[in-house]
């Protein structure tokens, strides 16, 4: 059974950082293109940042220059640090695990429960 759990969501004020943890189990990770996706209340799901499994990194523009993301295929995780964080990006932050490539629809095989980003201004 597959399972996504991210964890490091809070509240930060604006300007400040942030580090969000997605631990998998269940997959061969090496398999799999690792992204992040983010919900705000009455917006639709969209996507923030993905890595490949050949390390291409994919950004949203509102996010790239502030966002970074990485994996550690050893402990089965993937990271989001999200820098100069702004209002506009609280939402709730969603892990996902696709088989071979990099998509921007959220239609991946797998997420997480997601965890919560509040930034106040």
């Known amino acids: 059974q597959v399972q996504l759990v991210e964890s490091g969501g809070g509240s930060v004020q604006a300007g400040g950082s942030l580090r969000l943890s997605c631990a998998a189990s269940?997959?061969?990770?090496?398999?799999?293109?690792m992204a992040w996706f983010r919900q705000a209340p009455g917006k639709e799901r969209e996507f923030v940042i993905a890595?490949?499994?050949?390390?291409?990194?994919y950004y949203a523009d509102s996010v790239q220059g502030r966002f970074t993301i990485s994996r550690d295929n050893a402990k089965i995780t993937t990271y989001l640090q999200m820098n100069s964080l702004k209002p506009e990006d609280t939402a709730t932050y969603y892990c996902?695990?696709?088989?071979?490539?990099?998509?921007?629809?959220?239609?991946?095989?797998?997420w997480g429960a997601g965890t919560q980003v509040t930034v106040s201004s």
């Open positions: 996902a695990a696709k088989r071979n490539r990099v998509i921007r629809a959220p239609e991946y095989d797998y």
């Open positions: 269940g997959l061969t990770f090496s398999d799999y293109s």
């Open positions: 890595l490949s499994r050949s390390g291409l990194t």
